[in-house]
């Protein structure tokens, strides 16, 4: 059985239902202090998959995810140097997400270099609702999955690339491209939601797809048919979707 | 573990003289990284963060690397860095701005800076293997304001209350063009005041004028009678030799009055729900009745839980904990618990709603042995920002407190993991001076931890008492005290404070993690009166306790030995201990600060010692049983009988529809609701806005508690002011009836629901300046008599509550008072959550229904108001058959038949069904004729926006029409029409038309809410 670690600690608040979600598909979570695992690097090494699941690390004070990626960098940086080697998975959702393009992993892995940010979204404030996202590309995080919906929760989500370096950025980044949103719903540079990075093993998303492993987590689950409700949700099928990946 | 953090840097505050500031101003990297804020009356501003360091020796690369790793977004940001010597305006691009103005902005010493905290805690990250010196950390804003004929004063004061609070943050204002010296650049918020203070003795030997004014000059909020009570303590002979034995002076220590005021303030103590009430009942002049009530709480609200014990198994804690505990299944508790944060809120909205959200949240943690806050609801009523309201009372701007409140609750839920499910906003002038601000937090708790149960405490002699989390400064001294008396524009602004939720995650991470590994045996939180009430509550479970000072740890030194024992500060709990050592490695592994302060025992006393010496010792029965209860008086009468005023209403009701869609009490919420996270936890179910647009408003929230299980949760809210001015029994009764209705909307089954009190009252204390506390009073009186008819009608029993007693505003001239409010807060179980259901119209053919019976309930309506018409007929509830249609209707939702589900409250019968239909995409066409069924009388437009309670619009699909129509036979079930494929409302009645819209037309007017009231908002 597969094995993940989802961190916890320093005001991260989905570790939860990120495990409850690696549960439904059969991997065996670990949520795991970050100091308990500061203290015993070598845990990592357990495990296949690590998580960083949503919240607000460090109450996103300086801003979102940065702290966090400054305590995983030179705490935690050559066993998590190691372990992005390996052909392990790594997920990052909202401000997991953040902490890994702060911390230079996504979208080009580069520990020491970040290329693009996630900042305040346009309206300037937090926003939770349930939008429509679209896979692009061909990577393990998404298969079988095409338009969907998942809800986003975040107040710094707009992705953000250097001034004057667009249109280069936009040609670079195309292929790091997983996941975008169909309508523009907070400024983000070409509706960025998600990055994967060169090997396709690390993904970090925004929208939230550990929300949506049920379909009575839906918006509109009081109105679908029984038939659109056997589908797999997408996010449970995301979460899927690693299990095989590592099974194979 | 390798050094990550360092630990509080600010422990010791360094010498003056030896300091080194330095400046970091982060700028943005490019004009279209600025970031701007509106401020009206200054136009469009921009704004950026600055940081100051203060350093104990010269480190100028390791700011520059701080700067540079830490402060700065290098795709966005540049720093710039500077001391006092290097500082040129000029660096910072100013030169090219002449003319214009410059506000840095600035916490006041002491207040809580959590940006800078998190900085200073951040350093050690950064410098794994380095010693650095202390370091100190503050920031703050700058913002660059445009061309403006303002004088310097006139700006700050436009800029108040927009960019800082006066209360926490100081603004100071640069010219451009007189660049002034760089003093000002590099000021640094530091609490002055090292000299250790000394306890004072208090002679109570004087006379009972000045008893009073020693109570009023100290802020102890007790009245001459509990004065001279406290008097009689000391003068009791037994006591006198019993302290002349322990080295203690004859009269009380400033900490032992104290520990008085705090334990015995209204806020502690609801001293006037447990006085002794005279209440006469006049409303027939000629034949007045009086009854003596020997305390609301105990005679209406206490006596009604315990008379529905027996058909309540589930009843685990009531009204004796931080929050009352219900069975939610074999192995786990609910546990539940609304808090009211008015006074802090009405001077600093941000900081009053953010410490409300994360105080009510440790109420939850401080409940039994411990419990895991699920979720978070809210409700707030405001004046509404678009009123016009008079220059008195000179509070704080209505809109400045809707977006202090929001942001505050968004930063309170949102950082702190917990998803805000449910709410309310009630808008009506008469809460502008004192706005009011409820914060409720459920939590989930094992049902056992060991061999113990999870929401008990067992406490024993000879623990450790422990004090978690935050430290102790001089922030929010007086609160519990302050609370129990009305506003004005000098009330002490230490017991304002800002929350750090980041700081009480760590702690709550760290207690969950204790109490399973059953280190903690009894816990409670540090809300009103700090320390003086925790411990002292505490202390009643062994009958006795000591704390020693010198064990607290504090933020800075300067404290006197009193404000160590009652300060307020944030982020702290306490709890019992038998095992320290453990607790404290695990404390040290979650980065959370816990200190072994004192230990329970048995003697009977509650001891405050310093380096040894005993400075209190205050006999625990008397403090917690000594007060008398107080004796008042009641006397209801029909008070103002509003005659109904001769009216034509007008034939084409679409525009009063409309505009009554898009009024405060009705229209959309959607701007504030998506600022709260309503889904972390990810138990989210029913959530505030369903349907394919995301815009159906759900009468409760559902969530599933336990992931993986099928039962729901339900959280819903009753409250309706605006009937207060006819008759308190009904609003009351209204209130509940909402709430219970709400509940059973989506699905819950009524015989599994509970309920709170919240009752936020003007004074029904008599004095001078409050003439009419008889009858007030007498309000509060029919209010808690309809909570117990109620209670015990629905056999809902109330679980836990909380009272507010003195919203009033009084600055010696002018008076404003709140009407009475009663906010019901409920919480029931759906067996299978899946079977829930939402509002919104959801197939076309579907058959549409009124349940329930309407009357001519007008008075108080959004309806009468809009036209500003007055009725003597407020809504009133018929329990008996409310109940029974309940029961029924939650029998129709588990056998599926029920397609949607919508109650009926604000505007009645024609609004309910505007928004089920704009909640989706399709219409409907609806004949009202069958409403007037139980009442003939009702005119059409009575019908149409009556708000009789009890009432539903239920749709079902052609299919089960029938098993509804048997299911519904002896009740009020009245058949409307049906839903239509195109998205058109049509009403009709007697063949002709009275509403005919397009859903989009519907839509837009109830969305088009304030905006302005819901943006982003001053953040501290």
Known sequence: ?248 | MPPVEVESLSESSLPLDQAVIYRVDVLPLSDDHVEKVRVSGLGEIFRYPVYWFRSASAIPDEIQRIAQILLTDPILQRPVLSTVESFEASCLNWAEHEGQWVLQQQFLPGVTDNLGKTVEKSLGLIFPHQTLPNIQVASGQMYLVPKTHLSKAELIQAAAYQLYNPLVQKLSAISVLNEPGAGVYFAFPLVEGHVQQRVETIPLDISEDALVTLSQQRNLALTLDEMKVIKGYFENPKIRQQREALGLPQWPTDIELEIFAQTWSEHCKHKIFSAQIEYTDASNPNYPETITIDGLFKTYIADSAEKLKEKRPDLLSVFKDNAGVLQWNDTSAICFKVETHNSPSALEPYGGALTGIVGVNRDILGTGLGAKPIFNTDVFCFAHPDEPYAKRPTMLPPESILQGVRKGVEDGGNKSGIPTINGALVFESRYRAKPLVFCGTGGLMPLKVGVRLGYEKYTQPGDAIVMAGGRVGKDGIHGATFSSEALNQDSPVSAVQIGDPITQKRLLDFMLEARNRGLITGVTDNGAGGLSSSVGEMAQITHGAAIHLEKIPLKYAGLAPYEIVISESQERMTFSTNNFEVLKALADQFDVEISNIGEFHTRGTFDILQDGKLLASLDLDFLHDGLPKMKLRARWEVHKVHHPVCFSPCKDVTPVLLKLLGSPNICSREALIRQYDHEVQGQSVIKPLMGEFQTAPCDAGVIQPVLGQPEGLVVSNGICPQFSDWDPYHMAACAIDEAVRNAVAVGADPKTIALLDNFCWPDPLPSSRNPDAEYKLAQLVRANQALYDMALAYETPFISGKDSMKNDFDDGEFRLSIPPTLLISAIGKIPDAAKAVSMEFKTPGDQIFLLGRTHVHLGGSQYYRQMGWFSRYAPKVHSKSAKYLYDTLFTSIQQGWIRSCHDLSEGGLAVGLAECALGGRYGASVDIETVRDDSPELRWDEALFSESPSRFIISVSPDHVEDVKKVFEEQPLHYLGEVLPQPELKLVLEHQVLIQTDVETLRDAWRRAPAKCYESGMTP
């Open chain 1, 1 to 248: 059985m597969s094995k993940a670690l989802v961190l916890t600690g320093d005001g991260i608040n989905c570790e939860g239902e990120t495990a409850f979600a690696f549960e439904q598909v059969g991997i065996k979570p670990t949520i795991l202090h970050i100091n308990q695992l500061i203290a015993e690097p070598k845990q990592l090494t357990q495990f296949q998959i690590l998580a960083l699941p949503g919240g607000f690390s460090f109450g996103d004070e300086v801003s979102s995810g940065k702290i966090l990626a400054l305590k995983l960098q030179y705490a935690l940086g050559d066993i998590l140097s190691d372990f992005l080697e390996k052909d392990h998975l790594v997920i990052g959702i909202c401000n997991g997400f953040q902490a890994l393009v702060k911390l230079g992993v996504l979208p080009r892995s580069d520990v020491h270099a970040q290329q693009v940010t996630l900042t305040h979204n346009r309206q300037n404030r937090f926003i939770n609702r349930w939008v429509s996202v679209e896979t692009s590309g061909d990577n393990l995080f998404f298969r079988n999955l095409d338009r969907f919906m998942l809800p986003i929760r975040h107040g710094e989500g707009r992705l953000v690339v250097p001034q004057g370096k667009e249109s280069e950025v936009a040609t670079d980044i195309q292929p790091h491209i997983a996941l975008a949103y169909e309508t523009d719903v907070n400024g983000s540079f070409l509706n960025i939601a998600g990055l994967v990075n060169e090997k396709g093993t690390v993904l970090g998303l925004m929208p939230h797809p550990e929300a949506f492993v049920r379909w009575t987590q839906h918006p509109n689950w009081t109105a679908l048919t029984d038939a659109q409700k056997a589908q797999v949700p997408a996010g449970c099928q995301i979460f899927e979707n690693m299990a095989k990946a590592l099974r194979n």
